[in-house]
């Protein structure tokens, strides 16, 4: 089966340091992923997408790589915010249903 | 994206019973699911809310632990029936519109003692 998986647990990183959090699936077959952020005592909330048939894409302080070569994917959050403090995870997404990987809780040290 | 309530927010529950949790959504959505986390870990997919008919299992779930019914396109209730102490988790529902993103409640975090 299919499953997507994050490369590290916890990540410490210094307000206004880049961010990078990996991401590993094993599905050849995944064309759609998503990254997601949890704080503490709420529901996940969207951060971006990438579909298959790109390999980068760019938000608002953030972007995600997609390697299909390698199946991973990456999330760069650029100059890193306290209000960046949250649990990341990744997510394979499944005609809508969503395979979510292990997550990686981000520290901002001040 | 809409925004999602769920009621209660957490609750402690004694083993053996049950307890409902309810999601409503503020606008009209397509799909809508249910998820657990257990403490410290990953969101499982439990099932597909489905409109006017039984809800979509995944492996590992069954309907009579977890009914879930969904009347309408804004609603939603899962029950966790016959409660024991590995019940105690986050449930989390969400939704999804057309061409939209999948959106998630704040989650119900039960204690089953």
């Known amino acids: 089966g299919e499953s997507v998986g994050l490369h590290l647990p916890t990540l410490s990183v210094q307000e206004g340091d880049n961010s990078i959090i990996n991401c590993a699936y094993s599905?050849?077959?995944?064309?759609?992923f998503i990254w997601y952020k949890q704080e503490s005592g709420k529901g996940p909330q969207f951060i971006i997408d990438?579909?298959?048939?790109?390999d980068k894409r760019q938000g608002q302080r953030v972007t995600v790589l997609l390697n299909k070569t390698v199946k991973h994917l990456s999330l760069q959050i650029a100059a890193t915010q306290p209000g960046d403090s949250a649990v990341y995870f990744c997510?394979?997404?499944?005609?809508?249903?969503?395979?979510f990987g292990a997550g990686t809780t981000v520290t901002v040290r001040a | 994206s809409a925004v999602i309530s769920q009621k209660p927010s957490r609750d402690i529950c004694q083993r053996g019973t049950s307890l409902t949790i309810q999601c409503q959504v503020d606008?009209?959505?397509?799909?809508m699911f249910w998820y657990r986390q257990q403490p410290g870990q990953s969101l499982t997919l439990i099932a597909t809310?489905?409109?006017?008919?039984?809800?979509?299992?995944e492996s590992g779930f069954v309907i009579d632990k977890f009914p879930i019914s969904r009347p309408n396109l804004t609603f939603s209730t899962l029950t966790v029936s016959n409660m024991s102490p590995e019940d105690s988790s986050i449930y989390l529902c969400s939704g999804l519109k057309e061409g939209g993103e999948q959106f998630f409640g704040p989650g119900t975090r039960l204690t089953v003692l």
């Open positions: 997510a394979e997404n499944g005609d809508y249903k969503l395979s």
């Open positions: 809310a489905n409109q006017g008919s039984e809800a979509t299992y």
């Open positions: 990438i579909r298959s048939n790109m």
């Open positions: 606008s009209q959505v397509t799909m």
């Open positions: 599905n050849s077959a995944s064309d759609y």
